[in-house]
Protein backbone atom coordinates (compact mmCIF):
# COMPACT_ATOMS: atom_id res chain seq x y z
CA UNK A 1 0.00 0.00 0.00
CA UNK A 2 3.00 2.34 0.61
CA UNK A 3 3.62 5.83 2.15
CA UNK A 4 0.83 8.16 1.98
CA UNK A 5 0.14 11.30 3.25
CA UNK A 6 -3.00 11.81 5.60
CA UNK A 7 -6.82 13.68 3.99
CA UNK A 8 -6.47 17.38 2.92
CA UNK A 9 -9.12 19.92 2.91
CA UNK A 10 -10.80 17.76 0.15
CA UNK A 11 -11.38 15.28 2.70
CA UNK A 12 -9.28 12.50 1.00
CA UNK A 13 -5.48 11.03 1.10
CA UNK A 14 -3.81 9.67 -1.40
CA UNK A 15 -4.39 5.88 0.02
CA UNK A 16 -8.49 6.96 -0.61
CA UNK A 17 -9.92 4.99 -3.55
CA UNK A 18 -11.50 5.50 -6.82
CA UNK A 19 -14.98 4.35 -5.27
CA UNK A 20 -14.60 6.50 -2.13
CA UNK A 21 -14.22 9.67 -3.64
CA UNK A 22 -17.37 9.01 -5.58
CA UNK A 23 -19.33 7.45 -2.46
CA UNK A 24 -23.10 9.18 -3.26
CA UNK A 25 -22.35 10.38 -6.40
CA UNK A 26 -25.08 9.64 -9.09
CA UNK A 27 -23.58 10.06 -12.65
CA UNK A 28 -26.88 8.62 -13.94
CA UNK A 29 -27.59 10.08 -17.30
CA UNK A 30 -23.86 10.98 -18.03
CA UNK A 31 -21.86 9.84 -21.02
CA UNK A 32 -17.81 9.33 -20.69
CA UNK A 33 -15.01 8.37 -22.87
CA UNK A 34 -11.80 6.78 -21.20
CA UNK A 35 -9.24 6.31 -23.63
CA UNK A 36 -6.70 3.30 -22.43
CA UNK A 37 -9.73 1.88 -20.22
CA UNK A 38 -8.67 -2.33 -21.20
CA UNK A 39 -6.07 -1.86 -18.53
CA UNK A 40 -4.41 -0.24 -15.08
CA UNK A 41 -6.52 3.20 -14.05
CA UNK A 42 -8.25 3.57 -17.02
CA UNK A 43 -9.94 0.21 -16.42
CA UNK A 44 -10.78 0.75 -12.96
CA UNK A 45 -11.94 3.98 -14.23
CA UNK A 46 -14.05 3.09 -16.67
CA UNK A 47 -15.65 0.61 -13.81
CA UNK A 48 -16.43 3.44 -11.08
CA UNK A 49 -17.85 5.41 -13.24
CA UNK A 50 -20.25 2.76 -14.73
CA UNK A 51 -20.88 1.73 -10.70
CA UNK A 52 -22.07 5.01 -10.21
CA UNK A 53 -24.15 5.41 -13.20
CA UNK A 54 -22.47 6.69 -16.36
CA UNK A 55 -22.58 5.66 -19.65
CA UNK A 56 -18.91 4.47 -20.39
CA UNK A 57 -17.20 4.31 -23.73
CA UNK A 58 -13.90 2.19 -23.72
CA UNK A 59 -11.53 3.68 -26.29
CA UNK A 60 -8.89 1.33 -26.49
CA UNK A 61 -5.74 0.61 -29.12
CA UNK A 62 -6.60 -3.60 -28.64
CA UNK A 63 -10.55 -4.13 -29.17
CA UNK A 64 -10.56 -7.62 -28.15
CA UNK A 65 -8.76 -6.34 -24.24
CA UNK A 66 -11.65 -3.43 -24.41
CA UNK A 67 -14.37 -6.01 -24.70
CA UNK A 68 -13.05 -8.68 -22.49
CA UNK A 69 -12.20 -5.57 -19.83
CA UNK A 70 -16.71 -4.41 -20.47
CA UNK A 71 -17.21 -7.98 -19.52
CA UNK A 72 -15.53 -7.72 -16.18
CA UNK A 73 -17.51 -4.83 -15.47
CA UNK A 74 -20.81 -5.92 -16.87
CA UNK A 75 -19.92 -9.10 -14.05
CA UNK A 76 -19.54 -7.30 -11.35
CA UNK A 77 -22.57 -4.57 -12.27
CA UNK A 78 -24.96 -5.84 -14.47
CA UNK A 79 -26.62 -2.63 -14.88
CA UNK A 80 -23.80 -0.89 -16.21
CA UNK A 81 -23.56 0.73 -19.70
CA UNK A 82 -20.21 -0.30 -21.07
CA UNK A 83 -19.25 0.30 -25.02
CA UNK A 84 -15.54 -0.59 -26.76
CA UNK A 85 -14.33 1.47 -29.57
CA UNK A 86 -11.16 1.54 -31.39
CA UNK A 87 -8.67 3.93 -30.65
CA UNK A 88 -4.85 4.38 -31.88
CA UNK A 89 -3.76 7.97 -30.37
CA UNK A 90 -0.39 7.30 -31.87
CA UNK A 91 -2.30 8.14 -35.41
CA UNK A 92 -4.61 10.69 -36.36
CA UNK A 93 -6.18 9.15 -38.67
CA UNK A 94 -7.75 6.46 -36.14
CA UNK A 95 -8.39 9.57 -33.93
CA UNK A 96 -10.46 11.22 -36.67
CA UNK A 97 -12.25 7.90 -37.59
CA UNK A 98 -12.78 7.69 -33.78
CA UNK A 99 -14.45 10.62 -33.56
CA UNK A 100 -16.22 10.75 -36.44
CA UNK A 101 -17.90 7.37 -35.24
CA UNK A 102 -18.76 8.51 -32.18
CA UNK A 103 -20.59 12.14 -33.19
CA UNK A 104 -22.88 9.52 -35.40
CA UNK A 105 -23.78 7.99 -32.72
CA UNK A 106 -25.72 11.32 -31.74
CA UNK A 107 -24.51 9.99 -28.09
CA UNK A 108 -24.53 13.19 -25.91
CA UNK A 109 -20.67 13.75 -23.79
CA UNK A 110 -20.56 15.11 -20.49
CA UNK A 111 -16.97 13.48 -19.90
CA UNK A 112 -13.80 13.03 -21.30
CA UNK A 113 -11.10 10.84 -19.94
CA UNK A 114 -7.58 11.61 -21.74
CA UNK A 115 -6.33 7.98 -19.20
CA UNK A 116 -3.80 6.21 -22.10
CA UNK A 117 0.20 6.95 -22.58
CA UNK A 118 3.26 4.94 -23.43
CA UNK A 119 6.37 5.86 -20.79
CA UNK A 120 10.07 5.84 -22.09
CA UNK A 121 9.66 3.51 -25.07
CA UNK A 122 12.98 3.77 -27.60
CA UNK A 123 12.85 6.53 -30.05
CA UNK A 124 10.05 6.05 -32.62
CA UNK A 125 8.14 7.51 -35.02
CA UNK A 126 4.25 7.60 -35.11
CA UNK A 127 2.33 6.86 -39.12
CA UNK A 128 1.97 10.58 -39.12
CA UNK A 129 6.28 11.20 -38.53
CA UNK A 130 5.54 12.51 -34.36
CA UNK A 131 7.76 10.90 -32.01
CA UNK A 132 5.70 8.24 -30.70
CA UNK A 133 5.39 9.66 -27.00
CA UNK A 134 4.30 13.03 -28.13
CA UNK A 135 2.33 11.28 -30.33
CA UNK A 136 0.45 8.99 -28.19
CA UNK A 137 0.80 11.01 -25.00
CA UNK A 138 -0.44 14.40 -26.16
CA UNK A 139 -0.73 14.55 -29.88
CA UNK A 140 -3.40 12.36 -30.11
CA UNK A 141 -5.31 12.93 -26.95
CA UNK A 142 -4.93 16.95 -28.33
CA UNK A 143 -6.77 16.01 -31.70
CA UNK A 144 -9.48 14.08 -30.29
CA UNK A 145 -10.05 16.64 -27.65
CA UNK A 146 -10.36 19.01 -30.54
CA UNK A 147 -12.82 17.15 -32.76
CA UNK A 148 -15.35 16.72 -29.67
CA UNK A 149 -15.24 19.95 -28.33
CA UNK A 150 -18.03 21.08 -29.56
CA UNK A 151 -20.30 17.86 -29.08
CA UNK A 152 -19.10 18.67 -25.43
CA UNK A 153 -20.42 22.04 -25.14
CA UNK A 154 -23.64 20.87 -26.93
CA UNK A 155 -24.05 18.65 -24.56
CA UNK A 156 -23.57 21.01 -21.41
CA UNK A 157 -26.07 23.49 -23.06
CA UNK A 158 -29.17 20.95 -24.00
CA UNK A 159 -28.48 18.91 -19.84
CA UNK A 160 -27.37 21.94 -18.05
CA UNK A 161 -24.74 19.50 -16.88
CA UNK A 162 -20.93 20.80 -16.84
CA UNK A 163 -18.72 19.15 -19.04
CA UNK A 164 -15.29 18.09 -18.40
CA UNK A 165 -12.07 17.29 -19.96
CA UNK A 166 -9.68 15.22 -17.49
CA UNK A 167 -6.28 14.94 -18.62
CA UNK A 168 -4.03 12.41 -16.76
CA UNK A 169 -0.71 13.80 -16.64
CA UNK A 170 2.25 12.63 -13.82
CA UNK A 171 5.13 14.76 -11.86
CA UNK A 172 7.23 13.31 -14.27
CA UNK A 173 6.72 16.56 -15.94
CA UNK A 174 9.83 17.94 -13.51
CA UNK A 175 11.84 15.21 -15.50
CA UNK A 176 12.05 16.63 -18.83
CA UNK A 177 14.59 18.79 -21.27
CA UNK A 178 15.68 21.45 -19.87
CA UNK A 179 13.58 23.71 -22.05
CA UNK A 180 10.78 21.70 -20.97
CA UNK A 181 9.48 21.12 -24.70
CA UNK A 182 11.72 20.53 -27.72
CA UNK A 183 9.68 22.96 -30.24
CA UNK A 184 11.99 22.70 -32.80
CA UNK A 185 13.27 19.08 -32.60
CA UNK A 186 9.95 16.97 -31.29
CA UNK A 187 11.23 14.89 -33.75
CA UNK A 188 14.64 14.59 -33.94
CA UNK A 189 16.32 11.89 -32.71
CA UNK A 190 19.56 13.02 -31.62
CA UNK A 191 19.59 13.93 -27.93
CA UNK A 192 16.15 11.87 -27.26
CA UNK A 193 15.78 9.87 -24.16
CA UNK A 194 12.74 8.17 -22.98
CA UNK A 195 12.73 9.66 -19.91
CA UNK A 196 12.39 12.86 -20.69
CA UNK A 197 10.64 12.22 -23.82
CA UNK A 198 8.17 11.11 -21.45
CA UNK A 199 8.70 14.04 -19.13
CA UNK A 200 8.51 16.26 -22.04
CA UNK A 201 4.68 14.89 -22.93
CA UNK A 202 3.72 14.76 -19.40
CA UNK A 203 4.29 18.67 -19.39
CA UNK A 204 2.47 18.97 -22.84
CA UNK A 205 -0.66 16.94 -21.18
CA UNK A 206 -0.63 20.25 -18.10
CA UNK A 207 0.05 22.94 -20.93
CA UNK A 208 -2.87 21.80 -22.78
CA UNK A 209 -5.26 21.75 -19.74
CA UNK A 210 -4.04 25.34 -19.06
CA UNK A 211 -4.13 26.73 -21.94
CA UNK A 212 -7.87 24.73 -22.89
CA UNK A 213 -8.77 25.70 -19.65
CA UNK A 214 -8.32 29.90 -20.43
CA UNK A 215 -9.96 29.41 -23.61
CA UNK A 216 -12.85 27.76 -22.70
CA UNK A 217 -13.07 30.21 -19.63
CA UNK A 218 -12.68 33.07 -22.25
CA UNK A 219 -15.71 31.53 -24.71
CA UNK A 220 -18.02 31.26 -21.73
CA UNK A 221 -18.18 27.41 -22.22
CA UNK A 222 -19.88 25.12 -19.63
CA UNK A 223 -16.97 22.65 -19.91
CA UNK A 224 -13.49 22.26 -17.84
CA UNK A 225 -9.98 20.96 -18.30
CA UNK A 226 -8.00 19.88 -15.67
CA UNK A 227 -5.00 17.58 -15.30
CA UNK A 228 -3.98 15.61 -12.57
CA UNK A 229 -0.56 12.98 -11.32
CA UNK A 230 -2.63 10.05 -10.49
CA UNK A 231 0.10 8.99 -7.92
CA UNK A 232 2.80 6.11 -8.94
CA UNK A 233 0.70 3.43 -9.73
CA UNK A 234 1.74 -0.37 -9.50
CA UNK A 235 0.54 -0.99 -13.80
CA UNK A 236 1.91 -1.97 -16.76
CA UNK A 237 3.16 0.99 -17.62
CA UNK A 238 6.60 0.34 -16.96
CA UNK A 239 6.78 -2.62 -19.51
CA UNK A 240 9.04 -1.00 -21.78
CA UNK A 241 11.82 -0.93 -19.32
CA UNK A 242 12.98 -4.29 -17.73
CA UNK A 243 15.20 -2.15 -14.88
CA UNK A 244 11.99 -0.30 -13.75
CA UNK A 245 10.02 -3.45 -14.23
CA UNK A 246 12.28 -5.65 -12.35
CA UNK A 247 11.86 -2.89 -9.42
CA UNK A 248 8.10 -3.10 -9.61
CA UNK A 249 8.09 -6.69 -8.97
CA UNK A 250 10.24 -6.71 -6.03
CA UNK A 251 9.24 -3.29 -3.95
CA UNK A 252 7.01 -1.34 -5.74
CA UNK A 253 3.97 -2.88 -3.99
CA UNK A 254 5.55 -1.47 -0.74
CA UNK A 255 5.34 2.23 -2.47
CA UNK A 256 3.26 2.34 -5.32
CA UNK A 257 -0.65 2.74 -5.42
CA UNK A 258 -2.64 0.15 -6.36
CA UNK A 259 -5.14 0.72 -9.66
CA UNK A 260 -7.96 1.27 -7.12
CA UNK A 261 -5.82 4.12 -5.48
CA UNK A 262 -4.57 4.93 -8.96
CA UNK A 263 -7.63 5.63 -10.21
CA UNK A 264 -8.93 8.24 -7.57
CA UNK A 265 -8.15 12.00 -8.32
CA UNK A 266 -9.42 10.68 -11.96
CA UNK A 267 -12.86 10.11 -10.42
CA UNK A 268 -12.46 12.78 -8.43
CA UNK A 269 -11.86 15.21 -11.08
CA UNK A 270 -14.55 13.88 -13.31
CA UNK A 271 -17.25 13.65 -10.81
CA UNK A 272 -16.81 15.38 -7.76
CA UNK A 273 -19.08 18.52 -6.89
CA UNK A 274 -15.64 20.03 -4.66
CA UNK A 275 -14.51 20.80 -8.61
CA UNK A 276 -17.17 22.20 -9.91
CA UNK A 277 -16.36 25.23 -12.59
CA UNK A 278 -12.26 24.76 -11.70
CA UNK A 279 -10.54 24.65 -14.69
CA UNK A 280 -7.25 24.87 -15.89
CA UNK A 281 -5.73 23.84 -12.62
CA UNK A 282 -3.29 20.24 -12.04
CA UNK A 283 -4.64 17.78 -8.86
CA UNK A 284 -2.53 15.33 -7.02
CA UNK A 285 -4.18 12.81 -4.52
CA UNK A 286 -7.88 14.31 -4.85
CA UNK A 287 -6.49 18.25 -3.72
CA UNK A 288 -5.08 20.94 -6.31
CA UNK A 289 -1.51 21.37 -6.85
CA UNK A 290 1.21 23.74 -8.26
CA UNK A 291 3.05 22.44 -11.49
CA UNK A 292 6.60 23.31 -12.02
CA UNK A 293 7.69 26.65 -13.54
CA UNK A 294 7.53 25.84 -17.15
CA UNK A 295 3.95 23.98 -16.30
CA UNK A 296 2.55 27.47 -15.39
CA UNK A 297 4.23 29.33 -17.94
CA UNK A 298 1.16 30.71 -19.99
CA UNK A 299 3.45 31.81 -23.00
CA UNK A 300 4.44 27.96 -23.28
CA UNK A 301 1.11 26.80 -23.27
CA UNK A 302 0.16 28.60 -25.86
CA UNK A 303 2.95 27.87 -28.02
CA UNK A 304 2.59 24.09 -27.34
CA UNK A 305 -1.43 24.86 -29.04
CA UNK A 306 -0.28 26.25 -31.81
CA UNK A 307 2.40 23.83 -32.58
CA UNK A 308 -0.89 20.73 -31.92
CA UNK A 309 -2.64 23.02 -33.97
CA UNK A 310 0.09 22.86 -36.96
CA UNK A 311 0.56 18.73 -36.43
CA UNK A 312 -3.31 17.67 -36.51
CA UNK A 313 -3.61 20.19 -39.62
Known amino acids: MGLFRGKGSSGFSSSSTAEEVTHGIDATGLTAIVTGGSRGIGSETARVLALRGAHVVVAVRNVAAGKATKEAIVDQIPAARVDVMELDLSSTESVRNFASEFISTGLPLHLLINNAGILAVPFTLSKDNIELQFATNHVGHFLLTHLL ?49 YGQSKLANILHAKELGRRLKEEGADVTANALHPGTVLTNLFRHRAVLSGFVDTIGKIFMKDVHQGAATTCYVALHPQVNGVSGEYFIDCHLAKPNRQGNDASMAQKLWNLSMNLIS
Open 149 to 197: LDTMKNTARESNREGRVVIVASEAHRITYWKGIRFDRINDKSGYFGYFG
